[in-house]
Structure formats: C-alpha cells, structure tokens
C-alpha cells in the first residue's frame, strides 16, 4: 500500500458519520450500515413519493385521499425528519466498502483523483450541505405538521402545496448526493484499471 492509498482510506475514514457508532469493528459497522442504510434510503424514497402523491390529491382534492390528508400531519413530520439524514448511511456504507477495495491495492495514480475525493467529502461533512437551504421549508412544514396532529391548525390544507415542492427537492438531494460519490469511484476505479 503506498502513501497515495493511505491518504484515499484516511480521507474515506474523514467521513462524519450521522449513526455516532465509530467504535464498531468495520465488518460489524458494515453489517448494521447494510440495514440502517436499506430503511434510510428505500424507506424514505418510498415515504417521499407517497407525500407527493397524497399532497397532489390533496391540491387537486380528489376523494376520499383528500380526507386522508387531514391525518397525515405525522407521516409528513417523520418523513422529513428522517429524509434529512437519509444519504449519510448509505453514502458511508459505500465509503467503506471503497477502503475495502484500497486495501488490497498498490497502484499509483494522478493526484487529481484524492483532491477531488477530499473535496466531495469535506463538503458532504459541512453542515451547510447536510441541511442545505432546505432548514427553513423544513422547519415551516414540521411545525405544520406537529399543529396539525394536535388539531390547533386550520390551515393545514395549505401545508399540502409546501409538501408537494418540498418533497421532490429532497427525493432530487438525496439521490444526487450518492450521486456525486458513487460518479467519483467509478472514474476512480476506471483510472486505476489503466494502469
């Protein structure tokens, strides 16, 4: 393993994680990343298109969906709440299966590739990444959520059209956020392949 290796695993291993259990063994860690990161990010995929599809009906009100909205002021809270960590599990599952790989290489390549690489973790570590400009929306839609599940908000009919922007912004996030790491390790692992 030579230095330009090492300093790939060290800025792989530089990656925050949401979950703070670092003290895992890595196989154990990788074992409870595979599930936690099978619910954060099918599970939310999954809720997200079901508020864009009970938020539309809601707009358009169309019934008997339409009354569902009235309940479904917690649904809306949990998925949101959850969407924002949503990519981290996965995105780290995908980082340590990369150390895995590197550990059994010894190639040289151009440095280009770990200052790209240190650059696409470090902004996925900033804070400002991890909420984006979607804190306040966010905010918005759960304090509608929590006055809608305790019956003080009357104007929870409106919360739909803020559902239904919102949603598809973070269904677009999350995806482009494992986007950009798995687009990185592919040219990565085609560079290294020609050499």
Do not use: C
């Not at 864009?52 to 949101?80: H, R, Y």
């Not at 200052?115 to 973790?121: A, G, L, R, S």
Request: glycine share 2%; proline share 3%.
């Amino acid at each position: 393993m030579n230095s330009q290796i090492e300093e790939r695993i060290e800025i792989a291993s530089s990656f925050k994680s949401v979950y703070d259990s670092q003290n895992k063994k890595l196989g154990k860690r990788e074992k409870w990343l595979k599930l936690s990161a099978g619910f954060d990010y099918w599970g939310v995929m999954i809720l997200l298109i079901f508020l864009i599809f009970l938020s539309l009906a809601a707009v358009l009100q169309i019934d008997p969906i339409n009354t569902k909205w009235q309940k479904s002021g917690l649904i809306v809270l949990m998925t949101f709440a959850i969407s924002i960590k949503s990519p981290y599990s996965f995105i780290e599952l995908i980082l340590i299966n990369h150390i895995k790989r590197l550990e059994s290489l010894n190639v040289n390549f151009p440095e280009f590739l770990n200052q790209d690489f240190k650059i696409i973790v470090t902004k996925l570590n900033s804070k400002k990444t991890r909420f984006n400009l979607l804190l306040l929306p966010l905010l918005i839609i759960i304090i509608g959520a929590l006055l809608q599940t305790f019956e003080f908000n009357p104007y929870w009919n409106y919360f739909s059209f803020l559902v239904l922007a919102f949603s598809p912004i973070l269904l677009i996030r999350i995806n482009y956020q494992i986007r950009i790491v798995k687009k990185h390790l592919i040219k990565f692992e085609a560079i290294i392949k020609n050499q």
